[in-house]
């Protein structure tokens, strides 16, 4: 059995919400009807990091070791976030992948070795991206 998530009162109501698998530091992205992300430490439910945004996000999705946060927004588009340990000196915090004028996102789903991006459109399609250069394959 596992300890009971501590209940944390969000800054505004949660569209969507992602667990990073078990066994690693187990975190849970919250995404706002705002667009705002927040990531949480499942075991404390400390805030360990917030992301601005735009227009409701959904779907989103945390990457198996927690490094990476993807979400679709309406008014954003698809966006890759890098946690704060992950980027490089001077990144941007969240790299546009996808327009929201395109192709909506329905599903997303990171790769066991956090290398890729995928993401299910509801033009029937399948698409991946690079989550170090942002590129589509």
Known sequence: PHDPIPQQPLAA?????????AGS???I?????????????????KLLERWPGSGSTRPIEI????????????????????RQAARASGSQEGQSLWSHLGARVRCLKFSQDEKLIL???DDGLLRAWSTQSGELL
Not at 29 to 40: D, F, K, P, T, V
Not at 63 to 82: I, M, N, W
């Open 13 to 21: 109501k949660p569209w969507s919400v992602a667990v990073s698998p």
């Open 25 to 27: 530091a187990q975190t």
């Open 29 to 45: 992205a919250s995404a706002q009807w705002n667009g705002e992300i927040e990531l949480y430490e499942a075991a404390s439910g």
């Open 63 to 82: 990457s198996p070791q927690s490094r990476f946060v993807a979400g679709y927004s309406t008014v954003t588009g698809l966006t890759l976030y890098k």
């Open 119 to 121: 993401a299910a459109f």
